[in-house]
Nanobody
């Protein structure tokens, strides 16, 4: 199982980025996938998650209305479109798969595993 996150970079406040998570070894129609972030000195927290069926999504309060999660089960890829970025969105972003399939109920890091290496997003003010 491998989850490869990419797409991070340096962007000005108000700008946009799209992160990609390519999943190998897990079918997306069986496992929920989530995006998480970890800022320096802070705990990892959920940003957005999408269910295995694709019909349910969860967003953190800090991103609702600005970020959109989507996926393609043929490409086995999950994206996070980030818009209206703020300096407080600066963090390393990770994607992960739910540990127990078909058990989607939260976007909490403790319910997810198979963490990728992360991609750094830096928003300059």
């Amino acid at each position: 199982v491998q989850l490869q996150a990419s797409g991070g970079g340096l962007v000005q406040a108000g700008g946009s980025l799209r992160l990609s998570c390519v999943v190998s070894g897990l079918p997306l129609d069986q496992y929920a996938i989530g995006w998480f972030r970890q800022a320096p000195g802070k705990e990892r927290e959920g940003v957005s998650c999408i269910s295995s069926g694709g019909g349910r999504t969860i967003y953190g309060d800090h991103v609702t209305g600005r970020f959109t999660i989507s996926r393609d089960i043929v490409l086995n890829t999950v994206w996070l479109q980030m818009s209206s970025l703020k300096s407080e969105n600066t963090a390393v972003y990770y994607c992960a798969a739910e540990i127990v399939p078909h058990d989607f109920g939260s976007c909490s890091p403790e319910d997810f595993g198979s963490w990728g290496q992360g991609t750094l997003v830096t928003v300059s003010s």
